[in-house]
């Protein structure tokens, strides 16, 4: 653990000598929706691999870089593309970033991801506020030692994303004229997709959208202290009578579809935050 905490130490030191400001705000942006984060003042750009100890993503449309800069008046970090279980990092790994942002003083930190749509009611294209979550990729990055002065041991997980800002979400939807959805995310490992049983097990346990990230971001920003907002773009629809073969490019395809209008929802979000 010593070694994760002196990577993260070098990587935070790296970061703050290239910024003006320190950040107040994350946003970790998911597949096909990197555009999420367009539209920042004054902003500055870091590749991944410039970056000590950061990872390198290797999945489509994740950009791979940080921006810095401005968002409605407010000093903002964004990661436009996230790392995954499934490429092979470790859980401490795909987290450092977040701890980074810890590091620098991120208060808040909002998520983004494609996610497979599990609940009947929804569409593709809907944006669902994330009201709670699933964790089932069989791990957690807070297995070790506890570094104390990150967070608690045991953090408490009863109200992972914050009431106030799913008020602000669905406030900012309504005056964009955005219809969202709100539900609870569920987890996986992957990288392979889910069979029809398993999507069947996915709905009876209580999830409505299924997904291959997040989970490990958002465990970590709770144990730092930061409040929490997620988002899944549903790019397809999981029903296990009507199964179709999901096809990568038809995913990346609908989150960039939806990308512009969950952008417009983030900006007034941030507009109406008081940090």
């Given amino acids: 653990m010593e070694s994760f905490k002196n990577k993260v130490l070098e990587a935070t030191e790296f970061v703050r000598a290239k910024i003006a400001a320190p950040p107040l705000i994350g946003l970790l942006i ?158 996986l490992s992957g990288p392979s997709l889910e069979t029809g049983a398993e999507i069947r097990f996915l709905k009876t346990i209580g999830a409505d959208a299924v997904g291959l990230s997040t989970i490990p971001e958002v465990i970590v920003a709770v144990h730092g202290g930061m409040a929490v907002l997620g988002f899944s773009v549903i790019t397809n629809m999981n029903l296990p009578d009507h199964l179709k073969p999901a096809r990568v490019e038809e995913i990346i395809a609908a989150a960039e579809r939806t990308a512009p209008r969950l952008r417009a929802i983030i900006r007034r979000v941030i507009e109406k935050l008081s940090v």
């Fill in 30 to 187: 998911g597949t096909g929706l990197g555009d999420s984060a367009e539209g920042m003042e004054n902003a500055i750009s870091v590749d991944y691999k410039d970056i000590p100890h950061f990872p390198i993503s290797t999945v489509p449309t994740h950009h791979g870089r940080l921006l810095f800069g401005h968002m409605a008046g407010k000093a903002v970090m964004a990661m436009q593309g996230r790392f995954h279980y499934y490429e092979g990092y470790s859980m401490q790994e795909i987290t450092l970033p977040v701890r980074v942002m810890q590091l620098l003083g991120v208060k808040t930190l909002i998520l983004s991801n494609a996610a497979g749509g599990i609940n009947p009611l929804f569409n593709v294209g809907d944006i669902m506020v994330l009201t709670d979550h699933i964790n089932l990729t069989g791990n957690n990055p807070l297995i070790g030692p506890n570094v104390d002065e990150w967070g608690p041991r045991f953090p408490d997980m009863s109200q992972v994303y914050d009431r106030r800002l799913i008020a602000l979400a669905e406030e900012a939807a309504l005056e964009n004229r955005i219809r969202v959805q709100k539900g609870v995310y569920v987890g």
